[in-house]
């Protein structure tokens, strides 16, 4: 199966500043990788996603960039705010739609 | 339009007890799974249903059961819940190509004692 692995484990940062979330992967047949945002004591939200016939993506202050050659997958985050806080899992998609996630990133914005 | 939907919020069961985790969604979804998360291991896949009719093993599947009732509901049981079962449980669906991300339900924290 896959195995996605997510570095760092903690990553705090000063309000304003940016963050990036770096994941590996090891399947190289993976073509679908979602990024997901957890707030305390709620459900985990899908905030950005990329396919594997593009390098990168942008959503306002997120962005997601791809390479395939390396294998890995990295999260975004300019002007960083408060409510950024957060748990920031990635995931790659791999047989029969299933998607395989990393471990989390806990994203501490200081003000 | 409600999402996914499961059922208790929370719940404390003694060891030994059974019980069955519900799971309702909306979207015309074919794909459900139900995963669970601990604390430093993130999301792990105890069953999922590619399309109705159809259930497969995860990668912690030892201990639970699963029913796809129909194309909306997923349940989870657990037959004889242990403590090493306490944990979030949730719920997801997808439309079911894999291009496209799962949406999660809201959890239920379980507490065997």
């Known amino acids: 199966g896959e195995n996605v692995e997510q570095h760092p484990s903690t990553l705090s940062v000063q309000e304003g500043d940016s963050a990036v979330i770096k994941c590996t992967y090891s399947?190289?047949?993976?073509?679908?990788f979602p990024w997901y945002k957890q707030e305390l004591g709620k459900r985990p939200q899908l905030i950005i996603d990329?396919?594997?016939?593009?390098g990168e993506k942008k959503d306002q202050r997120i962005a997601v960039t791809l390479n395939k050659t390396a294998k890995h997958f990295s999260l975004h985050i300019t002007e960083t705010q408060p409510e950024d806080s957060a748990v920031y899992f990635c995931a790659a998609r791999y047989g029969n739609n299933r998607l395989a996630f990393g471990k989390g990133n806990q994203v501490v914005v200081i003000p | 339009n409600a999402g996914v939907t499961q059922t208790p919020k929370f719940q404390v069961l003694k060891t030994g007890q059974s019980m069955t985790l519900q799971c309702a969604q909306d979207?015309?979804?074919?794909?459900m799974y139900w995963y669970r998360q601990d604390p430093g291991m993130g999301l792990r896949l105890i069953y999922y249903s590619a399309s109705e009719g159809t259930t497969d093993k995860g990668e912690v599947p030892n201990g639970y059961n699963v029913s796809r009732l129909n194309k909306r509901e997923f349940s989870l049981r657990l037959e004889s819940a242990a403590p090493s079962q306490t944990s979030v449980y949730f719920c997801?669906?997808?439309?079911?190509?894999?291009?496209?991300?799962?949406?999660f339900g809201s959890g239920t924290r379980l507490t065997v004692v």
């Open positions: 997801a669906s997808s439309e079911g190509t894999g291009l496209y991300g799962y949406t």
């Open positions: 399947d190289s047949a993976s073509n679908y």
């Open positions: 990329i396919r594997s016939n593009v």
């Open positions: 979207m015309n979804h074919n794909s």
